[in-house]
């Protein structure tokens, strides 16, 4: 893609998505306006666990990836001591469906990825497991 | 803080260079000769630990500080002090100077001023605003919006206030209506109304109404001033450079491979230039893009040129400073992009030899900025598109690696940021810790991105090879810090726009020193000359119109 064009796909992301907040704060930052997150707006969130299949329990300091399918963001965070995980997610509009969990960590192999979610339609979490393996 | 007109009686005399050199002398200091020395002392504590005591001669812009050791002893290098007659200033909490204090400083005749210190009958006016957030009651919740107030004055005014409630919200919704670069002595209006939501307002207000003086004479509250330094936190010597208007705004500060020292003016519109050798200061104006919106610029980074770039806030759009032709080349915004709202704040033309590419942000849309130097074009890039809405995302501070491949600090919220410079690919890390509100970085020789998490009370670290963080608490709660940089030898500095000091933290072990500034000092971008041994601290203050240079002794 073109320079010229990818910046006229982008402009055209932009202007699509509606902007919740049209007033500028102040030098960058919140203050009066910080509280007004509006958590109607959230889309769907993750969490999980990285597991150490071999030792079993969880697998630290693993990187977690968040990529949506043919769109070009990504959320990136790495698992805490437990092995734990979460995402607040991605906008309403992303199709959970569509986002896909992946976890790596020098001297490990991804095995398999598990995801739970309860029933319904009004899905607010989905949770992800990574399965690892030492090769 | 530093008194300023009280009357003294001082006793001054002269001793002998043999007596003169027994004050404190460490680091760079070892071995020197000092001019000016004596003891401070109160009825209270006999010989004070941690008093600043700054000197300044008659008709100079130079202050110079040094700080009292555990026995209460001050020294001036000799080197530091041109003959003359000098006005002597204190900065100790609870104390003041019971009236004024000079020295005749002759080169060849070392002088002695012992300073003894009187009591204040009411600290409330020497406490910095972290000293406010930390006597006033309340929830971190409720502090939380008070972290922007700073931008433009300290708390003093606000807890001095005698506001109701309602009539607060009138207050806060004036206030928010004045540009982000405005001070106290240089207001600026925003042009384009920002609308603050009444229920916010109100919620902040009837807060305030709680802790001013609204319903009483004094507060009800016990004001907690923090202690005065001690041990290596007084091992400092702090060299103040007054510009010449009050009205000058330096925000950020760079040196340049000549040794001298530019600034950013967040009100006006001028790049600022200091010699730090004779104090000579030189002005480059530039031409208003905007006229009628408020002027200044933000953020002042070198290209590999060496050239000077500014973000024009309000102005909109990017000025490049030729330092060889001493011109100005601006690149504006297209029309498209240039809302009433629109405002650069960041500018990034570390790497644009790579590409050809500068980038910058802009604060009303949230959005990230690429500006083409072949033509002056400028490309959008939204990297919060596919997150959702109803977060105040914002990117800030700006670096570009190698590859001039963009990371930023998502300073509304808690992120940190990367877009591919080739595919436009955005990857959003969030900070360990929510709502972070991470503000300004650098970005070190080892692919590590040092920044300050504003509202966190913390300092950062993210590898951007391992993509992971680290992160460590500011020792002060409420200090709020601005910015960070990573020295030669491996400590972190940073600087706060609300307590007067600067944070000096060995990341490796956690420890840490804060040296106390000698007067009210809003400091935002910092800058570690690493040339010097020890290193030597940088900064502007921001609402007083000085340029301010700490050297460590150690």
Known sequence: MKTSERASLLLGLALFVPLAIT????????????????????????????????????????????????????????????????????????????????????????????RRQAPGDQVSTVEVDCLMVKP | MIVTCV??????????????????????????????????????????????????????????????????????PAERMPAGHYALQIRAIGYELPTPAGADVDPEQPANADLALAKVADISGQLTSTEWFASMPGTAEQKRPLIECMSCHTLDRVVRSKFTADEFVDVLKRMANYANNSTTVHPQPRIVERPIPDDRARKVAAYLSTVNLSKADRWAYELKPLPRPTGRATRVIITEYDLPRATIAPHDVRADADGFIWYSNFVEPYLGRLDPRSGAHEEFAYPLQKPGFPAGALALEP???????????????????????????????????????????????????????????????????????????????????????????SPYGMVADKDNNLFFMDFGDESVGRVDGKTFRGTIYPTPTPRSRPRRTMLDDKGRLWFAEFAADRLGMFDTARESFKEWDVPTPHTYPYDAYLDKNGELWSGSMSSDRVLRLDPQTGTSVEYLLPHQTNVRRIYIDDTTTPVTFWAGNNHHAAIVKLEPLD
């Open chain 2, 7 to 76: 009357r003294v009686a001082l006793v001054s005399f002269l001793v002998s260079i043999a007596a003169a050199s027994s004050s404190p002398a460490d680091g760079f200091l070892a071995g020197q000769r000092f001019v000016l020395t004596g003891r401070v002392t109160s009825a209270q504590e006999g010989p004070m630990e941690g008093v600043l005591v700054s000197a300044k001669r008659d008709g100079s812009p130079i202050t110079v500080t040094v700080v009292t050791d555990k026995t209460g002893r001050y020294g001036f």
């Open chain 1, 23 to 114: 007033t500028a704060a102040f030098a960058g930052g919140a203050s009066l306006d910080e509280d007004e997150e509006d958590a109607s707006n959230a889309g769907v969130s993750f969490f999980g666990f990285a597991k150490d299949l071999n030792r079993g329990g969880g697998v630290p300091d693993a990187k977690v990836s968040a990529d949506i399918k043919n769109r070009n963001a990504s959320l990136v965070t790495r698992t805490d001591d437990q092995g734990h995980f979460k995402f607040s997610g991605f906008s309403k509009e992303i199709d959970p469906k569509d986002v896909e969990i992946t976890c790596t960590k020098d001297g490990y192999k991804l095995q398999r990825t598990v």
């Open chain 2, 303 to 393: 290209d590999g040129n060496g050239n000077w770039w500014l973000a024009l806030m309000f102005q909109s759009g990017l000025a490049k400073f030729d330092t060889r032709t001493r011109t100005f080349r601006l690149y504006p915004l297209p029309p498209e992009l240039a809302s009433g709202t629109a405002q650069q704040s960041m500018v990034m033309p570390r790497q644009s030899h790579v590409d050809g590419k500068v980038w910058t942000n802009d604060v009303n849309s949230h959005s990230i900025l690429r500006l083409d130097l072949a033509t002056g074009a400028y490309e959008k890039i939204d990297p919060f598109a596919d997150m959702p809405v109803g977060r105040n995302h």
